[in-house]
């Protein structure tokens, strides 16, 4: 595609539940980037995969967060037992990576807004 | 640790009026220095680096390494320059990702 693509755009969901947020990186970027934003807030890194792998998931804030990525595309955050805290628009990005490309500049998405009632 | 701090949460002139948005690091070692901007309703994109040295859209950047700081100018602000800013660094580290500052929301009012 010719950007980033998340889904849902909006979700909004019952304290609980547990939600899985997508995103489609440009093709044939290697480096895919989640990051939380907060209403008022920055841009908060959870997660970097380089391919498949996760070398950097040092920003996920507990263990109901994961995420996964298969065949170097396709990323799925998900939340489990989600809480009203969680409430934030979820950023996805892409990137070329070393050495290919710079890594620094990513390419975001349009973002997944999560509200928890 | 490496830290972006961006002091105003909101920065308001009037067209014409020069701005600058601050922006302070945080790192040992020779960072890069980003600035990103979302425009209302468009996504977050790159505005410009410090490597680059060149002006985007009038914006210039210097990176101070002696004050530790990447402020981000225009000697003279357009209406269409609203958005929010947001500073990011990069450490050296094949592994480094971004590190982002908390955001600027700039209104330029007629």
């Known amino acids: 595609g010719a950007g980033v693509s998340q889904s849902p755009s909006n979700k909004v969901t019952e304290k609980g539940k547990d939600v899985e947020l997508r995103c489609d990186p440009i093709s044939g970027h290697t480096a895919l980037y989640w990051y939380r934003q907060r209403l008022g807030q920055g841009l908060e890194f959870l997660i970097y995969f380089q391919g498949n792998s996760a070398p950097d998931k040092s920003g996920l804030p507990s263990d109901r967060f994961s995420a996964e990525r298969t065949g170097e595309s396709v990323s799925t955050l998900t939340i489990q037992r989600t809480q009203q805290e969680d409430s934030a628009v979820y950023l996805c990005a892409s990137s070329l990576d070393y050495p290919q490309g710079d890594k620094n500049i990513q390419y975001f998405g349009a973002g997944t807004r999560l509200s928890v009632l | 640790a490496q830290r972006v701090t961006q002091p105003e949460k909101l920065l308001s002139v009037f067209k014409g009026a020069p701005v600058e948005l601050k922006c302070n690091y945080s790192y040992s070692g020779s960072p890069e220095l980003f600035w990103y901007v979302q425009y209302s309703r468009q996504r977050l994109q790159l505005l410009l680096r410090?490597?680059s040295r060149e002006s985007i859209k009038g914006f210039t950047a210097d990176l101070n390494k002696g004050e530790t700081s990447f402020h981000l100018k225009k000697p003279f602000a357009q209406e269409e320059d609203s958005a929010m800013y947001y500073c990011?660094?990069?450490?050296?580290?094949?592994?480094?990702?971004?590190?982002f500052g908390k955001g600027t929301m700039l209104l330029v009012s007629p």
């Open positions: 990011a660094l990069s450490g050296i580290s094949g592994y480094s990702t971004l590190t």
């Open positions: 410090h490597i």
